[in-house]
């Protein structure tokens, strides 16, 4: 997952990867997958991880935001047993101290936090 996009695309990107990489990966009859959040800082950094992961075969769907001029922004991989997780030691979990980081650097005006509309969305764009 890219840091360097605001706190509410962090979790919609992350949630696409994760779509994409069960439509491909999972089978009704396997058991749901631990997921783990990792981060990289920029759309370079998660292009250099999936040529990694491709050159060490492992499956993964990169997602790609369409709003975003198809820019790279998450991938999620195959569920990896405990004998291929090691793969993924050199990028760091995403952290709450991210997520306020990335809040700290987003453009636009500050004030009261958005409220949840009738539907539990928040009114902003965030897909």
Not at 34 to 61: N, P, Q, T, Y
């Amino acid at each position: 997952m890219r840091r360097d996009l605001p706190p509410a695309q962090i979790a919609v990107q992350a949630a696409h990867a994760a779509v994409e990489a069960a439509r491909l990966f999972l089978t009704p009859e396997r058991p749901h997958p631990h997921l783990v959040l990792c981060r990289v800082s920029s759309e370079s950094d998660l292009l250099s991880a999936a040529d990694r992961l491709d050159r060490r075969g492992v499956r993964f769907a990169l997602f790609r935001e369409p709003d975003r001029d198809d820019e790279a922004t998450a991938l999620a991989t195959e569920p990896l047993g405990p004998d291929r997780r090691g793969i993924l030691a050199r990028y760091p979990c995403l952290t709450r101290t991210d997520l306020l980081s990335a809040a700290d650097s987003e453009p636009g005006p500050r004030g009261p936090a958005p409220r949840a509309g009738p539907s539990g969305c928040f009114p902003e764009d965030v897909s």
